[in-house]
């Protein structure tokens, strides 16, 4: 049977210092995906939204990159890196909209926009 690689053994503080391991992340890219939803549930305009999804999409990039290094696996960093390409045309697209939609209501509030149907 072959032995677990250093990475995946029990980790252990080192002269008092405690490495930053997997938890970590995970708690960081928790509070990050929180933070994001409550932007996405509270927020009324529509660029304050997309910040938010971004927030949350960077929230996942986070844990799937700690969790790829984690496993000395690359397929953590190759996920991250199709979800910033998807980040990345969603803004494009997303902002293009909004300029459109700017220009239509003089607005990008949501309820604005909602009102003036027809």
Do not use: W
């Not at 994001?36 to 938010?52: I, Q, S, T, W, Y």
């Not at 986070?62 to 969790?67: D, Q, R, Y």
């Amino acid at each position: 049977m072959k032995s677990l690689p250093k990475r995946l053994k029990k980790r252990r503080r080192n002269n008092g210092k405690m490495e930053i391991g997997i938890s970590h992340y995970l708690i960081l890219s928790g509070i990050l995906f929180s933070i994001g939803f409550v932007g996405v549930l509270r927020r009324k305009n529509l660029l304050m939204l997309f910040f938010a999804t971004e927030i949350m999409l960077n929230a996942v990039n986070v844990a799937f990159a700690a969790i790829g290094n984690y496993y000395g696996d690359l397929s953590g960093q190759m996920f991250a890196f199709f979800i910033i390409a998807v980040a990345a045309s969603e803004v494009a697209v997303g902002l293009g909209l909004l300029i459109l939609l700017y220009k239509k209501y003089g607005s990008l509030d949501l309820e604005v926009i909602s009102s003036m149907k027809g």
